[in-house]
């Protein structure tokens, strides 16, 4: 572009610009439309109604300028023309380049080289900052943040003066500044300034940075300290803060109203009163900004008061616990020590306003300590609360006087009853009785009850005790009786003397019994007499009277009088016993069967027994006695009590033949003195046998083996000579057993036996010596043990049955008045002999050894016992025992001689 020709348009458009107040295209091309500002032309594409009018147009570059004196002064620095610098020759050759700013100060402006210049209306001239912001600082020195405002693309900068001067340090370009450190009220200056143009205000505004005086608070150190500790109930050690300074009032935090007074003219704050949990608190001086609040703050501690006691607690001993209780503040328990500080609670004894002490046995104090049961804080002390041991009350009845329950007869006085009371009773009382009956002493500590009372009374003494202590009471009841009647119906009794006891009795009423006593009146009690209508004497040996005296069993009461009772002496010479039986013998038979258990008695020969009594004997009882001849001493006979007695059968079998022998009976009768008499002993013989010259017994079979067993064995009977089934019984050749031969009837044969046993029945008849029925070496021991034995073992052949055996010649001898040659013809009868009254041995007769059959009055019974001459008669004979009835003097012989080949009759006796 020519430059001359541009400056040209450049000043013609510059006084257009000039002589008009707004600058208008002046060509618009397309539309009816006023051009854009500072166009010279402006080409328009559409109308206002949209319609198209044109597709091409003029206009200046828009530039939006925020540096007037650089040509790169677009936005961000971007170049106003393409491609262009800062730098020569650039600014040089752009000089008169025209732009429309629309930044700061809009309108056409032209480039010199240096700068831009505006053309046409200038710039609104650069205003003061507005609104200035003062601000403060808070004393004794401070900073201080001021601001003003700045209208857009300008900024302010900062003065201490209103006119000259540099800006000062952090003061330039801003708005705000905060002042250096100063100590007074300083005012400072702020000036604008466009950003874009550098343009300045032309006059400065002042700012200013007031001194705020800081608020004061401060703690009356004369008064209560900012933090306390405060025992529950107790109140607050008044606090007193006073402000001042720049505190333009005070506020109080952590407290209710009830705990602080402000006094706005004093300018203090007071904390007083009493709280109820620790409470920490603050009090603040408000000051004015920027100063600061000043606060102070303190704690109140608070404690609970130590508890407080009810009361020391009593206790009554020797022993026991205590209740001990105290009283804390709400929220609040009790912990209980055993010492005033220090330790552990007790066991029990945490958490809890009451204790119950464990067993003590002396005055003992404890120790409480409050605690609240949120914080758990404690009391800062402890209460002593006291266990305190008391005496229990005692009351004692004086056993040396009356007894408390008597009975006593109407118009008697009560036998003085006298109790005493101590420990820790203040008093007696007496309840039941009226006061004519007691008298209490309080100087003795005595209770007597006494005098005459008219019906039946229940009484109670009371000792009065100290709580917590009981009462102790007695009680006791009189009882006031009518007399009983004295015993009646005294029932004397006899006793044998020289000396016994003797059974008294009386009778006495329905609720009563009797003591017996040794005299008429007085005295004690007999000993075992007590409370009994009967009473056994002691041992005496004289007639002795004793009294019985009535007693009431429910009231104690005792007949006036009492009653004689007397117990006599007796002798036993005052009567006398005899004793009889109605027959001699008791029979027993026994088969030859070898059964024991066919043995039996004949019931019809058992003897009764009688007892008869002569003389003063009254009240008789009988006790019957026996023993076995053989036996020391008698027994009793278990139901034997009546003056006759019948002895029972023993029955049949083992038990009978265990029983045979010869018994000795006799009876005790006893009076009622109990005088006794003994009868003489009456001999009964249980089966057949006879009394030994020394006094034994010899048990024997009542019949001869062969006999009729259902034959009297007392009684003489034959059916003939040859007939051995009647009273006479078989005849045995000696030392053979049952085997036939022995009967009266057996055939005979002359061959001798080679052995004991022949193996026959047949009687073995001998003709010559030496006349025995066994050949070769003769056995000696066929029937006994070949000894002159008195007693000798059963042998192997002998023919009695179990239980029975050949009786030996020394046991045939040895029986009473059987001696040989011995004369006893009153024993004697035409076919026999009863040797005792149970023993009856008949005529037998003999069978020869030739085998006939004789009888000749003889009665022929053998023995087991060989004869001592048996080597020099005949070379062999046995003993039998042989009697005569039939001719001259009557007589036995027991030694006689007989050989075995002889046949005579067997009578067995007990093994």
């Known amino acids: 572009m020519n430059i001359k020709r541009t400056l040209q348009l450049l000043t013609i458009t510059g006084a257009l610009c000039l002589t008009t107040s707004q600058l208008h295209g002046q060509v618009t091309i397309g539309a009816g439309l006023e051009p854009v500002k500072g166009a010279l032309l402006d080409l328009k594409e559409k109308d206002s ?90 004393g004794p020195s401070g900073t201080a943040n001021l601001s003003v405002t700045a209208g857009t693309d300008e900024t302010a900068d900062w003065y201490a003066n209103a006119t000259g001067g540099s800006p000062l340090p952090n003061g330039t370009g801003t708005t705000t500044f905060t002042t250096p450190t100063i100590s007074s009220t300083t005012i400072y200056y702020a000036e604008t300034r466009n950003t874009i143009t550098g343009a300045k205000s032309p006059t400065r505004t002042p700012v200013t940075a007031t001194l705020v005086a800081p608020a004061t608070l401060i703690r009356d150190t004369g008064k209560g300290s900012a933090s306390q500790t405060i025992i529950a109930g107790n109140s607050i050690t008044p606090i007193v803060y006073t402000y001042g300074g720049g505190a333009t009032g005070v506020t109080v935090t952590g407290l209710p109203p009830a705990n602080y007074t402000i006094d ?120 002593a609360v006291t266990a305190t041991l008391l005496a229990p009350a005692t009351l004692i009845r004086d056993t040396g006087k009356g007894d408390a329950n008597q009975t006593i007869a109407l118009g008697s006085s009560i036998t003085p009853i006298v109790y005493t009371y101590g420990g820790s009773a203040t008093g007696a009382t007496v309840t039941g009785l009226t006061s004519a009956n007691y008298t209490i002493n309080t100087t003795a500590k005595t209770v007597t009850i006494n005098g005459q009372i008219a019906s039946n009374t229940s009484y109670t003494v009371t000792a009065t005790a100290t709580s917590p202590c009981s009462d102790v009471q007695m009680s006791g009841t009189i009882t006031v009786n009518n007399l009983p009647a004295a015993p009646k119906s005294p029932a004397d009794a006899d006793f044998c003397g ?43 040996n004289g007639t002795t009277t004793y009294y019985a005296q009535t007693r009431n069993t429910t009231t104690g009461m005792v007949s006036a009088t009492r009653t004689a009772v007397t117990a006599r002496i007796k002798s036993a010479a005052d009567f006398s016993v005899s004793i009889s ?96 008499a003994t009868t003489a002993n009456i001999e009964v013989a249980w089966g057949c046998g006879a009394k030994t ?140 002999c009863k040797i005792s009254p149970s023993l009856y041995l008949p005529v037998t007769g003999s069978r020869l050894y030739n085998g006939t059959l004789q009888m000749d009055g003889y009665g022929h019974y053998w023995s087991s016992t060989i004869s001592e001459d048996q080597y020099n008669r005949y070379g062999s004979s046995s003993y039998s025992m042989v009697f005569d009835t039939a001719f001259g003097a009557r007589y036995f012989t027991v030694n006689s001689n007989i050989e075995p080949a002889y046949g005579h009759t067997v009578r067995c006796i007990s093994e």
């Open 49 to 138: 109604n949209g319609d198209v009018t044109a597709t091409k147009g003029l206009n200046l570059p828009r530039v939006n300028l925020t540096v007037l004196t650089k040509l790169t002064g677009g936005p961000s620095g971007s170049p106003v023309i393409t491609d262009v610098t800062d730098a020569e020759p650039d600014k040089s050759t752009h000089i008169g380049l025209t732009i429309y700013n629309v930044g700061y100060c809009p309108g056409v402006y032209v480039w010199t080289g240096t700068e831009w210049i505006k053309l046409g209306e200038p710039c609104a001239p650069v205003s003061p900052p507005s609104a200035p912001v003062n601000g403060s600082f808070c």
């Open 264 to 383: 706005a003219t004093a300018n203090t704050v007071t904390i007083y009163g009493q709280i109820a949990s620790t409470t920490i608190y603050t009090v603040t001086a408000m000051a004015i900004l920027p100063c600061p609040e000043v606060p102070i703050s303190g704690v109140l501690d608070y404690l609970p008061a130590p508890p407080r006691s009810s009361a020391d607690v009593d206790f009554c001993g020797p022993s026991g616990t205590a209740n001990l209780s105290v009283a804390v503040g709400p929220g609040e328990t009790a912990d209980w020590y055993a010492n005033p500080a220090g330790g552990s609670p007790l066991a029990n004894g945490t958490g809890t306003t009451t204790f119950t002490t464990p067993t003590i046995n002396a005055t003992t104090t404890y120790y409480a300590e409050a605690r609240n049961t949120t914080t758990n804080i404690k009391s800062a002390t402890r209460t």
């Open 498 to 540: 020289p000396s016994g006891t003797a059974n008294l009795s009386v009778t006495v009423g329905t609720g009563e019994t009797a003591d017996w006593y040794a005299n008429a009146t007085g005295g004690s009690p007999l000993a075992n007499g007590t409370g009994k209508t009967t009473f056994t004497t002691p041992t005496i």
């Open 581 to 676: 039986t109605s027959s001699d013998v008791v029979v027993y038979t026994t088969g030859q069967d070898n059964d024991i258990s066919n043995d039996r008695f004949a019931a019809n020969t058992i003897p009764t027994l009688r007892v008869t009594v002569t003389g003063a004997g009254t009240g008789l009882t009988y006790k019957w006695q026996s023993k076995k001849l053989e036996d020391s001493g008698y027994g009793d006979i278990n139901g034997a009590t009546s003056a006759n007695y019948t002895p029972d059968s023993p029955g049949n079998g083992q038990a009978a033949y265990n029983y045979l022998g010869l018994y000795q009976y006799r009876c005790i009768v006893r009076d009622a003195s109990g005088c006794e």
């Open 693 to 832: 010259t020394s006094g034994a017994w010899l048990k024997f079979m009542c019949h001869n083996l062969g006999a009729d067993e259902n034959l009297d064995p007392f009684t003489w009977k034959s059916n003939g000579d040859n007939v051995g089934n009647d009273i006479k019984g078989d005849t045995y050749q000696w030392g053979r057993r049952k085997d036939g031969h022995q009967l009266r009837t057996s055939g005979t044969t002359t061959t001798l036996a080679t052995s004991d046993v022949p193996g026959h029945s047949n009687f073995i008849v001998v003709n010559s010596a030496p006349y025995d029925w066994r050949s070769g070496a003769r056995s000696v021991a066929r029937w006994g043990n070949g000894t002159q034995g008195i007693v000798m073992p059963k042998a192997a052949n002998d023919p009695c049955p179990t239980g029975w055996k050949v009786p030996s010649m020394a046991q045939w001898g040895s029986v009473s008045g059987i001696a040989s040659g011995t004369e006893i013809d009153s024993n004697f009868t035409q076919n026999g």
